[in-house]
């Protein structure tokens, strides 16, 4: 995994961006969803809150960086569907913020232990 740092995210973000402009130039897709792993669910969080496109897609974000201001403060204005998936010893698996974050927006939980 990259290292977990706002310059990381922000490089992915400016990447992925751009490749989903092109997508959506080439093809008008009657649906779309938002999946992100790891530092990829902070980039996914980014473009569902930013992105009129996927302002309510449906999104899954797995072992999300929770408890970070790179994951939780782009998710929290986030409107579509969201899964969450994660493990208690995950080091991001901050049950504190899960709960803060359930306070900002109502989403779906697997925690495995």
Do not use: N
Request: a negative charge.
């Amino acid at each position: 995994m990259a290292e977990a740092s706002a310059e990381t995210v922000a490089e992915a973000l400016q990447e992925s961006r751009q490749a989903l402009l092109i997508g959506l130039a080439e093809r008008d897709y009657p649906e779309l969803a938002v999946l992100g792993k790891s530092l990829g669910a902070c980039v996914a969080a980014h473009l569902a809150a930013e992105m009129p496109e996927l302002a309510v897609a449906p999104a899954a974000y797995l072992t999300p960086l929770v408890g970070t201001p790179m994951f939780d403060t782009p998710f929290a204005t986030t409107r579509g569907p969201a899964y969450l998936a994660l493990g208690t010893a995950d080091r991001y698996g901050d049950l504190e913020a899960l709960k803060r974050l359930k306070d900002a927006r109502a989403y779906d939980l697997t925690l495995i232990e």
